[in-house]
């Protein structure tokens, strides 16, 4: 059974208690009037559904009852880290290579960053 690791309950639990609430990250326009219709059904509609890493929104619905965000692989459904709604999306490079970051020399060690498109 997938178990997943609640930030607030900071207990893993098994995924019945959790459901997915879909993409993280989504923001409302603040002039939601003057949104073009097809602009508005995109933001309604439309999500990035990627093949391997996303950021998905996350509630532990038989638990404490929050929403919180988790990176998650959609192929090998692992999921790489939660965290706090209103938390900052965290570095992807860093979860993927967390030995090659070091606080001495980051910028250094750390890989080049993949192209917008590129997984
Ligand atoms: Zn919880």
Known sequence: MLLIKCPYCEEERPELEFRNAGEAHLVRSPAISEQSDEDFA???YFR???KGLQ???WRHI?????????????VSDKFLTVY???????DVET???????SDAEPAKKRAPRAKKGEL
């Open 42 to 44: 995109a933001f309604l």
């Open 48 to 50: 990035q559904n990627p």
């Open 55 to 57: 950021f998905e929104r």
């Open 62 to 74: 038989h638990g404490c009852g929050r929403f919180f965000n988790a990176v998650r692989d959609s």
């Open 84 to 90: 706090k709604a209103g938390e900052p999306r965290p």
């Open 95 to 101: 979860l993927l290579n967390p030995e090659t970051v």
